[in-house]
């Protein structure tokens, strides 16, 4: 049978998530259940530069969906040089960097607005408000993508002596009573208000449904790119952003949304709402892969779908574009 779909892709893109190099031993996760390979994730970030340069079409930009380096890259006085060497290998490549919560345990959001991991195009930058790192590009004619701020609400990154601080603590002392924020309440979805998660504000929501609304009327297809996962069946709970019903509520009532593409729970996930046609897909963490596999992909985005190519531990996929209007 002769296969109609069209061959040729409009553009392709690079997706890689938690790369967290160190330049230290392999360790373990909190847990201790899964193998940190702190030295070796720098090759395997090579790996995919190589495998990208190569493809049959080469990606127009990468994603970085956040955790570039290791936190414990702070408490060796290294994060000046670990970050300089992971730039230096992605300076061949349109990096669009997503920032997680190992970000904020190396550098203030000052100086990460100020620095390469600012990826905010020319003129698009004050629109969420100043100090919020939230942007959209456009990188073909019919498709928009968003990088979002999983730390807008948050303790992480924020002043302690900061309103934005104080709303944090208050939402996150509701649900964790624990002397150790880091250390999961209770079971089930309420696991989320850890310290290392964070939330969207009011403010970046109601810009997110603004942005969205305009990719609407004009019928594009949106992907959305974010360090933490927002569907609760995409994603171990403890990795959940504290706010997902909320952002899932503005999402689900835009047409234009087909994919959320999130790092952050190393394991990765993936789930296909049926009821709105939305992909969401949480990529295995680099950190956490071993140096004899890989963790990144191609997409390859034609009219009607986006075919994710993985490697390694991330499987393929393809995203058919829903045909019929949200509401
Ligand atoms: N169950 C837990 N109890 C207490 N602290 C925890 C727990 N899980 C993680 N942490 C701490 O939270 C921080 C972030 O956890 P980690 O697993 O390293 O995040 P990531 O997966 O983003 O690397 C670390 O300082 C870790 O020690």
Request: glycine fraction near 6%.
């Amino acid at each position: 049978m002769v296969d109609a779909r069209p061959q040729q892709p409009l553009f392709a893109f690079g997706v890689i998530a938690d790369i967290q190099y160190a330049d230290i031993d392999d360790g373990y996760n909190f847990q201790r259940t899964n193998r940190r390979y702190y030295r070796s994730s720098i090759e395997l970030l090579r790996n995919a530069l190589d495998s990208w340069s190569k493809a049959a079409v080469r990606p127009g930009f990468i994603l970085q969906l956040g955790d570039l380096i290791d936190g414990h890259n702070k408490l060796l006085a290294a994060s000046d040089r670990a970050v300089d060497a992971v730039l230096k290998e992605l300076c061949s490549v349109d990096a669009h960097h997503v920032w997680g919560n190992h970000e904020f345990y190396n550098f203030s959001r000052d100086w990460l607005l100020r620095s390469k991991l600012n990826s905010t195009p020319q003129g698009s930058q004050k629109e969420v408000g100043s100090n919020v790192y939230a942007y959209h590009f456009s990188p073909y004619p019919g498709f928009t993508f968003i990088v979002l701020d999983a730390y807008d609400v948050a303790l992480l990154g924020r002043e302690e002596s900061s309103p934005g601080y104080r709303e944090a603590l208050t939402l996150l002392r509701r649900f964790n009573k624990n002397d150790n924020l880091n250390c999961p309440p209770g079971v089930g979805l309420l696991q989320r208000f850890v310290m290392f998660n964070g939330g969207f504000s009011k403010k970046q929501l109601s810009w997110l449904d603004s942005v969205l609304t305009s990719t609407d009327e004009r019928h594009e297809k949106v992907t959305i790119a974010c360090h933490l996962p927002v569907h609760p069946n995409s994603t171990d709970p403890l990795c959940l952003l504290w706010n997902f019903d909320e952002v899932l509520a503005v999402i689900r009532s835009h047409s234009s949304v087909v994919c959320f593409m999130a790092g952050h729970d190393h394991d990765g996930g993936y789930y296909f709402d049926e009821d709105t046609g939305i992909h969401h897909v949480t990529f295995e963490g680099v950190i956490e892969t071993p140096p004899d596999s890989n963790a990144f992909a191609i997409v390859s985005v034609y009219e009607d779908r986006m075919e994710l190519k993985g490697s390694g531990r991330v499987a393929d996929r393809v995203f058919f574009f829903p045909q019929s209007c949200r509401s």
